[in-house]
């Protein structure tokens, strides 16, 4: 099956700090990929969509500046926290447009950010 | 705007016992995807099952199946012979024909199956 990767799985840093996280899709072709952030025990809310080869779509209220994404091949899309505070810790997770009927989706294991 | 409420925060069944958990969902689309996904203790995010809007007739999936009740706006998971491994929090998802990928999630239901 359509399997996604996403590293790192956790990442402790300073604020200050700008992190890269990595989603990948390993056997499959993602044109279409996005980033939700979850807070404990809440539903997924999402950030924005990675499209291949264009700019990202981002929600509403979600600083593109701040939330760097670039999805530059048809299996990999990153996302760049820049300059990352402790406001900005959560679990971040991506997930790639599966094929199919419904295009379901296909998650990453998730990224545990925490800035100190 | 689509919205999506899963009204029970928390529910616990007994396993080998049967659960259903609610999902109702607001749109003014006629064709749509609807979906419930798990997320186990390990965080990643699974499909369990999936319904398209213009079949009548319920998903299943094994153990799983939904009740789509397309007037009232309704579509429930039940869960049969429950497993310690159906633990999880597990979200209801919608999607519509014109906004394809893009889902739109429920607040999420944790389920704890006791032994």
């Known amino acids: 099956g359509a399997v996604v990767s996403q590293h790192p799985s956790r990442v402790i840093c300073k604020s200050g700090t700008s992190v890269k996280i990595e989603c990948r899709s390993l056997d499959f072709q993602a044109t279409t990929m996005f980033w939700y952030r979850q807070f404990p025990k809440q539903s997924l809310m999402l950030m924005a969509t990675s499209n291949e080869g264009s700019k990202a779509t981002y929600e509403q209220g979600v600083e593109k500046d701040k939330f760097l994404i670039n999805h530059a091949s048809l299996t990999l899309s990153t996302l760049t926290v820049t300059s990352a505070h402790p406001e900005d810790s959560s679990f971040y997770i991506c997930?790639?447009?599966?094929?199919?009927?419904?295009?379901?989706?296909?998650f990453g294991d998730g990224t545990r950010l925490s800035i100190l | 705007a689509q919205t999506v409420t899963q009204s029970q925060p928390e529910m616990s069944v007994q396993e080998a016992e049967t659960v259903t958990l609610s999902c109702t969902y607001d749109t003014s689309e006629n064709n749509y995807y609807l979906f419930w996904y798990k997320q186990p203790p390990s965080r990643q995010m699974i499909l369990v099952i999936r319904q398209e809007a213009y079949k009548q007739q319920n998903a299943t999936e094994n153990r799983f199946s939904v009740n789509f009740q397309k007037a009232a706006k309704s579509f429930s998971l039940k869960i049969s012979d429950s497993q310690l491994g159906d633990t999880a929090m597990y979200f209801c998802?919608?999607?519509?024909?014109?906004?394809?990928?893009?889902?739109?999630f429920g607040d999420g239901t944790t389920l704890t199956v006791k032994p």
């Open positions: 998802a919608f999607m519509t024909y014109t906004n394809a990928g893009k889902s739109t």
């Open positions: 997930s790639a447009e599966g094929e199919g009927w419904g295009k379901p989706q296909h």
